[in-house]
Nanobody
């Protein structure tokens, strides 16, 4: 099993920056693809950014492309989401998710295909 704990959220003005962290424990962190999703009230949980288990590939949704960067530090069992130039529409609960990496299986951008989730961290961007 993998346990995920997010941190780094908070209240920030539009144009500001945040770095979200997701600390993992349990099974070997490096064997999992990781992703960040977000969910605003009344909306679906949507993909934000993802990274393959060894960091060889990263993915971003169009809404944050150029503003969001995902990275991972295997030594710390932690994945990060750096968000810059934040907008009010970025306001949401941000969730870290993990999915076992399987040879020959493509990366997933779909929430229900992920096996492990953190409790989320609130990001609020004021205008």
């Amino acid at each position: 099993q993998v346990q995920l704990v997010e941190s780094g959220g908070g209240l920030v003005q539009a144009g500001g920056s945040l770095r979200l962290s997701c600390a993992a424990s349990g099974r070997t962190f490096s064997t999992y693809d990781m992703a960040w999703f977000r969910q605003a009230p009344g909306k679906e949980r949507d993909f934000v950014a993802g990274i393959r288990r060894a960091g060889q590939s990263t993915y971003n949704t169009d809404s944050v492309k150029g503003r969001g960067t995902i990275s991972r530090d295997s030594a710390k069992n932690t994945v990060y989401l750096q968000m810059n130039s934040l907008k009010p529409e970025d306001t949401a609960v941000y969730y870290c998710a993990a999915r076992p990496a399987v040879v020959g299986r493509s990366y997933s951008h779909t929430a229900y295909e992920y096996d492990y989730w953190g409790q989320g961290t609130q990001v609020t961007v004021s205008s």
